[in-house]
């Protein structure tokens, strides 16, 4: 829901030609309220993180979806552990704390560094809480799990490890 903009749900409300003065006004203004309340109910009771990637030299970028929708300003930090994985376990090891990265004006791009012991893995886990001082449920991690190939690393899962908190 938070890839229709604005301009799209006008854009399509416009499709149906009404006919009455102020109904094409009205159901854009009830659709994007609706959609709103919508993000902010879903983006803000689970941990909003998205499109985790790794680049080949071990940089981790991600979303946050109720910033770019927003729903929510920056959180203020991002605490990360990163891990090995053994695919044929199941298990964690290796664990490595990456610290917390933040700053006074919240976290609004960003772009972490594996730890350089672990970028020889052939599976490699990061779990990142959010810290933000309005949405306590993105405390919880995401985890993002990644594959290395023969050119790049690929993202294989995504783990939720909570249950969403519907905010009011």
């Known amino acids: ?16 030609r009404y006919s009455e003065p102020g109904a094409s006004e009205h159901i854009t ?14 983006l803000t009771g689970v941990n909003p993180l998205v499109n985790a990637k790794l680049s080949t030299d071990g940089i981790l970028t991600f979303e946050n979806a109720a910033v770019d929708a927003g ?15 053994d695919n044929a376990t199941g298990e964690t090891v290796s664990a490595v704390e990456g610290g917390i990265v933040g700053g006074p004006n919240g976290v609004t791009e960003p772009r972490l560094e594996t730890p350089k012991p672990l970028l020889d893995s052939v599976f490699l886990r990061v779990s990142v809480r959010t810290i ?20 790049q690393w690929e993202t294989v899962g995504l783990d939720r490890n909570s249950k969403p908190v519907v905010q009011k």
């Open 71 to 85: 729903i929510a300003m920056p959180p203020t930090s991002y605490r990360l552990t990163w891990s090995r994985f």
């Open 1 to 16: 829901m938070a890839k229709f903009s604005n301009e799209a749900i006008r854009a399509v409300v416009a499709k149906a």
């Open 132 to 151: 933000h001082p309005d949405y306590p449920a993105w405390s919880s991690p995401v985890t993002f799990t990644f594959r290395r190939n023969s050119t």
């Open 29 to 42: 203004a009830t659709l994007i309220k609706r959609r709103d309340k919508v993000l902010r109910a879903w």
